[in-house]
């Protein structure tokens, strides 16, 4: 009775432990998974700057290619909550469609935010470079 009960503590340890070691190999993982996207994310905003900073016509591309877009996901999913008045949709499915045009309400809001951000950015472009570079700098250094 003793062994038994010494043999099945010992199973469930070392079961136990290989979960254990297996949740911590997903978590590293995963972290390494978030900050090399943090990194991108960074070139790509050190990238957005340096193009917006070289001339206006850029600065003005860029600023209509992300209004025209949030503009068409806001109106799209506008007219998705028109089609639902208009047309007999089952209930479930109009409350897709709400929960679908706050997302893409919410989406379209934090969108333009960003572009609001990069250009706040710009009134001193070699300060954010270099803020920017030293937070890629430090996320390169956790890897």
């Known amino acids: 009775m003793e062994q038994q009960f010494s043999l099945g503590v010992l199973i469930f340890s ?3 432990s290989f979960l254990g070691s297996l949740a911590f190999f997903w978590y590293l993982r995963g972290r390494e998974k978030r900050i090399k996207s943090a990194i991108a994310e960074l070139q790509f905003e050190e990238q957005f700057i340096e193009k917006i900073s070289k001339g206006n016509v ?6 209509f290619r992300v209004f ?6 806001v109106f799209m999913s506008g007219a ?3 089609a639902t008045k208009i047309f007999p949709f089952p209930s479930f499915l109009e409350g897709f469609v709400y929960i679908f045009s706050v997302g893409a309400w919410s989406a379209a809001a934090a969108g333009c935010f960003s572009y609001f951000k990069s250009l706040t950015r710009l009134s001193d472009v ?5 803020k920017l570079a030293e937070k890629r700098q430090k996320l390169e250094a956790k890897l």
């Open 14 to 16: 070392v079961f136990t």
């Open 58 to 63: 850029e600065l003005i591309r860029s600023g």
């Open 68 to 73: 025209s877009l949030a503009f068409f996901v």
């Open 80 to 82: 998705m909550v028109l």
């Open 126 to 130: 070699k300060q954010a470079k270099e």
